[in-house]
């Protein structure tokens, strides 16, 4: 999922470079594929994305069996 965001934000950047669209978070949600089987988009998202965000996933917080929210000592959250 987070492959397709970035397939988004590029395709989004290359947009907004040639002039098609403007980097605004309303042209982002109208601009992207909205299925929600492919990302599930929030307001946040759309900032994100008109800003040039992207994400990645930070290996160091990849398990190889889950932990419990309440055992877990380490914080990870997505990395943009």
């Given at each position: 999922?987070?492959?397709?965001?970035?397939?988004?934000?590029?395709?989004?950047?290359?947009?907004?470079?040639?002039?098609?669209?403007?980097?605004?978070?309303?042209?982002?949600?109208?601009?992207?594929?909205?299925?929600?089987?492919?990302?599930?988009?929030?307001?946040?998202?759309?900032?994100?994305l008109s800003k040039g965000i992207r994400y990645e996933i930070l290996g160091e917080c990849?398990?190889?069996?889950?932990?419990?929210?309440?055992?877990?000592?380490?914080?990870?959250?997505?990395?943009?």
């Amino acid at each position: 999922m987070l492959a397709f965001y970035n397939s988004e934000s590029d395709r989004f950047e290359a947009a907004a470079v040639d002039g098609s669209v403007s980097r605004s978070a309303e042209s982002a949600r109208s601009f992207v594929d909205l299925d929600p089987s492919r990302f599930s988009w929030d307001s946040a998202d759309f900032s994100r994305l008109s800003k040039g965000i992207r994400y990645e996933i930070l290996g160091e917080c990849l398990q190889d069996e889950p932990v419990p929210l309440s055992s877990n000592s380490r914080s990870c959250s997505m990395s943009t």
